[in-house]
C-alpha cells in the first residue's frame, strides 16, 4: 500500500471544506477572497489556512487575496476533482445508500456507475438512480466499465475477500468504510474511513470546553 | 463555537485506530508493544506514533515499548472512552440506520439512546434496538434522559432548526452529518463530519501513485 504523506494530510482533508466555502462566496458575488475570511467562516486560524491552501500552488496577493475562480479551480485541479471519476459501490446497505445519495459527491466528480450487492431483492433495482447488480458479476462488470475506483460498504466479514476481488479487477483505488485493515498490493491504494475519529474530535473537544467553563477566565 | 486545537486534531483523528490495533494485539498476547510495531501495522512513521501517543501522556520504555494495558487506558481516558456517554441520534435515516448499527461506537462508550425522526412509519419502531421516537418530542425528551450529545443526521434543509431545538434541550455537542455549517452558541461543540475529506485523501494519494508509476525508480 502507498504510504500517505501524513504531513499533508490534514490539509488535504481541510480542502473540500474550503471549496464549499468559496463556491458560496463565489454565488455571493465576490471576486477576491482573503485567507483570513475564510478562517472566519470555517473557525480555523488564517496561517493554517495559507499553509492549506499553498499545497494546491496558489498564491494569495497582498492586501487582495485569493481570485475566487482560480482558486476555485486550483483546489479541483489538485484534488482532481475537475474530471470525473466513474466508481463502483460494493454493498447497498445502508451506509451504502446513504453515499449513493450524498449530493456533494457528484459536484466534486464523484460518478457511482453501479453498485453490487448478493441481496436478491435489490438486484436489478435503483437506489437513489445507482442500478445495483448481483455480486457475482461484480469482477467482469468492473472490467467492462474500467472503473478504478471502489467504494467498499460491505459487512465488515466480507470485506478482505471483496477487495481481493476488486483488485483482481483492475481496481486500483479502495474506499474502505469498513474496519477492515485490508490487505492489498503494493500499488492498490486504501483510504480507510473511521467513524470514530469523528466521535474522538468530539469528545476530545467537549472536554476541552468543560475544563474552560470550569476555570475563571484570566485577568 | 469552540474554536479546536487544530495542531492536535490529526493525533486525536489517529487514536481509534492506534486503540484498534492496539486492543488486537492484546487479544494475541502481547504485554508490551512499540511504537515501531504500532507504526507497521498502521502504515505510519514510528515518530509520529510516538508523538500521537505523548499527547494521552503516556510515555514508552526504552526497548521495551509501551505496556499494553496502561496504553489502552491511556487512550481510552484521554478520549473519555472509559465512560458511558449517552447520546441521541437525530434523522433515522440511511446514514442515521448506518451509525445506529455501527458495533465500533459501544465499544467507545458511545450509547444511542434514543432516535427521533418524524416519519410516522418508523415511529414507535426499534432500529437495531434504538426506539424511535417522534421528532416533536424531542426537546423534552432530551431533557428526560439528561442527554448532553446529539448526532445529526437529519436532511441538510432541516439542519439548523434542528440544531436549535438541541441547543435549546441542553445539548452540549453536536456530531455534525449535514452538510450545513450550523450556527450555535459559543459554548456548544460542533463536530462537523465531512465525508469529502476521505475522497480528497483517496484522489491524491491515487494521483500520488500515479505519478511515481510513471517516473523510473531512482537509480
Redesign the interface.
Known amino acids: 500500500?502507498?504510504?500517505?504523506?501524513?504531513s499533508?494530510?490534514?490539509s488535504?482533508?481541510?480542502?473540500?471544506?474550503y471549496l464549499?466555502t468559496i463556491k458560496q462566496l463565489q454565488r455571493e458575488g465576490d471576486e477576491y477572497i482573503s485567507g483570513t475570511v475564510i478562517a472566519q467562516?470555517?473557525?480555523?486560524?488564517p496561517i493554517?489556512v495559507r499553509k492549506d491552501l499553498a499545497i494546491t500552488g496558489i498564491i494569495g496577493k497582498p492586501k487582495r487575496g485569493y481570485p475566487v475562480g482560480a482558486l476555485i479551480s486550483a483546489i479541483e485541479q489538485?484534488?482532481?476533482?475537475d474530471l470525473v471519476?466513474d466508481t463502483v459501490l460494493v454493498g447497498a446497505?445502508?451506509?451504502g445508500?446513504?453515499?449513493m445519495?450524498?449530493g456533494?459527491?457528484q459536484l466534486?466528480g464523484?460518478n457511482i456507475v453501479a453498485a453490487f450487492d448478493k441481496n436478491p431483492e435489490k438486484i436489478g433495482k435503483d437506489i437513489r438512480g445507482v442500478r445495483v447488480l448481483p455480486v457475482d458479476t461484480m469482477e467482469i462488470q468492473i472490467r467492462n466499465f474500467k472503473v478504478?475506483?471502489a467504494i467498499l460498504t460491505v459487512p465488515s466479514p466480507s470485506a478482505q475477500e471483496t477487495a481481493d476481488i476488486l483488485v483482481r479487477a483492475g481496481i486500483?483505488?479502495i474506499?474502505n468504510f469498513t474496519?477492515v485493515?485490508l490487505k492489498v498490493p503494493e500499488?492498490v491504494?486504501v483510504?480507510?474511513?473511521?467513524?470514530?475519529?469523528?466521535?474522538?474530535?468530539?469528545?476530545?473537544?467537549?472536554?476541552?470546553?468543560?475544563e474552560?467553563?470550569s476555570q475563571p477566565p484570566k485577568a
Open positions: 500500500m502507498i504510504k500517505q504523506k501524513i499533508a494530510a490534514p488535504i482533508r481541510r480542502l473540500p471544506s464549499h467562516e470555517l473557525n480555523l486560524e493554517q489538485f484534488l482532481r476533482w471519476q446497505g445502508n451506509l445508500t446513504a453515499l445519495g450524498y456533494e459527491f466534486h464523484l478504478k475506483i486500483e483505488g474506499w474496519n485493515k500499488d491504494v483510504q480507510k474511513e473511521d467513524l470514530s475519529s469523528g466521535y474522538a474530535m468530539l469528545c476530545v473537544t467537549m472536554n476541552t470546553a468543560r474552560s467553563r
